[in-house]
């Protein structure tokens, strides 16, 4: 029963780790071009949303994934770290884990204000790894290519 409860709050705080994944860095997005259009307010107030997504929703998040999930290995260590999928799936959360991390250097960054932004181009692509992360995750774990 406990690893019931344990997964569905580990799913929970993966769907609010990745919402938050995916809008940190559409919020770059529309930081450069106000940036571009050289209108302060709206800069500033991009400021505090960023920092509020990251430190507010998308940093709690990322500590209860890895927490619950590290709880969910514990329970049955033995079976899911013989599982090909499963090393598979622990990558991509480091890399996701990296990415994470690279948006707070860059939120840091435009927070600053001491250099221009990156394009909002960039952001744009930017903003897309973290759907393939997604796309690779649900699929290793319903799937389970590579088991036994």
Not at 15 to 41: I, K, S
Not at 50 to 76: F, Q
Not at 107 to 125: C, G
Request: glycine content about 6%; some cysteine; overall charge positive.
């Amino acid at each position: 029963m406990a690893y019931l409860w344990l997964k569905a709050f580990h799913i929970m705080a993966v769907v609010t780790w990745f919402a938050a994944l995916f809008y940190l860095p559409r919020l770059f997005v529309y930081h450069a071009m106000a940036h571009d259009e050289g209108d302060q307010r709206g800069i500033e107030r991009f400021r505090i949303m960023e920092r509020k997504l990251y430190r507010g929703i998308m940093t709690p998040s990322v500590m209860a994934v890895v927490l619950l999930g590290a709880a969910l290995l514990a329970l049955n260590p033995s079976y899911y770290f013989s599982q090909g999928w499963m090393h598979a799936k622990l990558t991509l959360v480091a890399a996701l884990v990296v990415y994470h991390i690279a948006c707070g250097r860059e939120m840091r960054r435009l927070a600053l204000d001491t250099e221009t932004p990156k394009p909002h181009r960039w952001y744009r692509i930017f903003n897309e790894l973290p759907v393939l992360g997604l796309v690779a995750i649900v699929i290793l774990v319903v799937v389970r290519p590579w088991s036994g």
